[in-house]
């Protein structure tokens, strides 16, 4: 089950091991049926918690989602922090994979390492994160807005 790095120095490399424990959960459970997969993900989504109404503005909106999505960031002494929200439960599933994994990191670890890692996790997960062709890239999508977003708070 998902779990969140708790440790005040959480780093690249836990952000890796998170991942790697993702990938072994989606894939246990694809191995069992789509169904699993899409009950895994859903529990996912059950980690984040509430999303006040006023967070939902146009800024934090990502576009190109063919759901309503939300991305709430912060930057506290250069580490990041999301909240989230999606009308679809699959896609809160995947805002929490994202979400619980990227918080407390560092905002150039965002803006620099973390890409080619979510690839290796979108490559080696044998689990279609999309459901639809508008969702072919849901998590690389969702991942470009908080790099996007990370870059303008921090002025790097």
């Given at each position: 089950?998902?779990?969140?790095?708790?440790?005040?120095?959480?780093?690249?490399?836990?952000?890796?091991?998170?991942?790697?424990?993702?990938?072994?959960?989606?894939?246990?459970?694809?191995?069992?049926?789509h169904?699993f997969?899409?009950?895994?993900l859903?529990?996912?989504?059950?980690?984040?918690?509430?999303?006040?109404?006023?967070?939902?503005?146009?800024?934090?909106?990502?576009?190109?989602?063919?759901?309503?999505?939300y991305?709430?960031?912060?930057?506290?002494?250069?580490?990041?922090?999301?909240?989230?929200?999606?009308?679809?439960?699959l896609?809160?599933?995947?805002?929490?994979?994202l979400?619980?994994?990227?918080?407390?990191?560092?905002?150039?670890?965002i803006?620099?390492?973390?890409?080619?890692?979510?690839?290796?996790?979108?490559?080696?997960?044998?689990?279609?994160?999309?459901?639809?062709?508008?969702?072919?890239?849901?998590?690389?999508?969702?991942?470009?807005?908080?790099?996007?977003?990370?870059?303008?708070?921090?002025?790097?």
């Amino acid at each position: 089950m998902l779990r969140q790095m708790q440790h005040p120095d959480y780093s690249i490399t836990d952000f890796q091991a998170y991942l790697e424990q993702c990938r072994d959960d989606l894939n246990a459970a694809r191995k069992k049926g789509h169904y699993f997969v899409n009950k895994l993900l859903m529990d996912y989504g059950k980690t984040l918690g509430t999303f006040p109404d006023i967070w939902k503005s146009k800024s934090n909106q990502v576009r190109g989602c063919s759901t309503n999505v939300y991305l709430n960031i912060t930057l506290v002494e250069d580490r990041v922090f999301i909240s989230g929200h999606s009308d679809a439960e699959l896609v809160k599933g995947q805002l929490a994979i994202l979400i619980n994994g990227l918080n407390r990191l560092e905002t150039n670890v965002i803006i620099n390492h973390v890409e080619g890692l979510l690839l290796d996790f979108i490559s080696n997960t044998q689990v279609r994160f999309s459901m639809t062709v508008n969702r072919t890239h849901s998590l690389g999508t969702l991942f470009k807005f908080i790099r996007s977003r990370v870059t303008e708070l921090s002025g790097k």
